[in-house]
């Protein structure tokens, strides 16, 4: 016999079906509750609702766990890649090395641009916000690759997935090329996923660059932690588009969009943003968290707190100790990794905080490591919208695939005017 949850509603009693997850989450499912009874669940923000059912991402934000397709980001953080990780998020398993070269593959064949989309970027200011110049060129993809469109079969899918991933970092380091006045440089074919990046961002045609090798190694780390996060604001945005029918190029620059808010995928801005005013003002770390505390100020620790996370954010965990030894394998000293770890020693230990359950999430520490690394800051959120390129992928294609799930639609409660007369404009006043 299914678990029911029993609702009274004045003097009608209704079943509600409970729907149990893998990980024993539970839910009520309110699918017929208007039907039957006329009432809608009214939720702000959807903090209590689930939006779908799904098997990608695990999130257990009361104890902090976080798994992709089952296995602890821990473990991938440890041993996987960002490819490889992408394979899994968007096919489920992890990739035999048959299905891994054959991915790797088709991520070189499709990492050029076409060169008339080079051209879309001179239309563009040099000082355009990137995240702007990126959805309007993912979404301006839609007009190159017209085949892409319909997606019938595994074979189609696979090939629009691999052209998004391969050429997102195309677009990414193109526009930053072009904002500085620099020449396009192409992606190479010998180089892998992160190390092509970071060739198209800083190379020369004079000159190679040749990064350390444990920069690409952080920076495919940095890209691999953001890869999904279950029904967060951005994969929301593109399931939600995806559920109307529309393109898979369409949804991830709509993606792209929701991601851009500081309070967001911005954020990881935002918090450098607040340690180099910390030090230019001479502030003392416990000045700032008095003004920090004083809610009249309306400042926040940026890279502190989480809609979902009630304790640290296993990513902030491996950001940071990747972030010291990268500082100190290279014998680099940033004063803001100092001041970063001087903010959270002081703020885990303040009343504040550990009564609203505040810890670091993942964008506390990973605007130092994109520093150390070179990446200038405005292209900060650009970077988790690379990493979270196959997250988007496989919510987008799971809510079309595999949930069909029907156009989402919410309802609301209406408080506005109730029915009035219109007012010709010479009687208004
Ligand atoms: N600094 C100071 N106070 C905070 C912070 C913070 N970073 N975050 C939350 N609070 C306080 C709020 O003022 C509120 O206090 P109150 O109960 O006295 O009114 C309480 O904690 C709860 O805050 P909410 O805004 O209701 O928490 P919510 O879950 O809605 O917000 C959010 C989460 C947006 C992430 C918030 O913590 C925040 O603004 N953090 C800073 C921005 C940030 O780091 N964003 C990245 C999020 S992670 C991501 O998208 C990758």
Known sequence: MPETARLQLGDKAIDLPIVVGTENERALDIGALRAQTGYITLDEGYRNTGSCQSAITFIDGEEGILRYRGIPIEQMAEHSSFIETAYLLIWGELPTENQFNTFSDLLTKHQNLHEDIRHHFDLFPSNSPPMAVLSAVLNALSCFHPEMLEIEDDNS????????????????????????????????????????????????????????????????????????????????????????????????????????????????????????????????????????????????????????????????RIIKKTCENVLARLHLKDPLLELAEELEATALQDEYFVQRKLYPNVDFYSGVILRAIGIPHSMFTVMFAIGRMPGWIAQWQEGRFVSKSRIHRPRQIYTGPTQRVYTPIDKRG
Request: charged share 20%; glycine share 6%.
């Open 157 to 316: 899918f696979q090939e629009a997935a691999a052209r998004i991933m391969a050429k997102v970092r195309t677009i990414a380091a193109y526009s930053y090329r072009h904002a500085n006045g620099f020449p396009t440089i192409y992606p190479h074919p010998d180089k892998k996923y992160t190390a092509n990046f970071l060739h198209m961002m800083f190379s020369q045609p004079y000159k190679e660059y040749e990064p350390d090798p444990e920069l690409v190694k952080a920076l495919d780390l940095i890209l691999l932690l953001h890869a999904d996060h279950e029904q967060n604001c951005s994969a929301s945005t593109v399931r939600m588009v995806g559920s109307s029918g529309a393109n898979l190029f369409a949804s991830v620059a709509a993606g792209v969009c929701a991601l851009w808010g500081p309070l967001h995928g911005g954020a990881n801005v935002a918090v450098v943003d607040m340690l180099e005013e910390i030090r230019a003002a001479g502030m003392s770390v416990k000045e700032f968290m008095q003004q920090v505390k004083n809610k009249k100020n309306g400042i926040r620790l940026m890279g502190f707190g989480h809609p979902v996370y009630k304790n640290f954010d296993p990513r902030s």
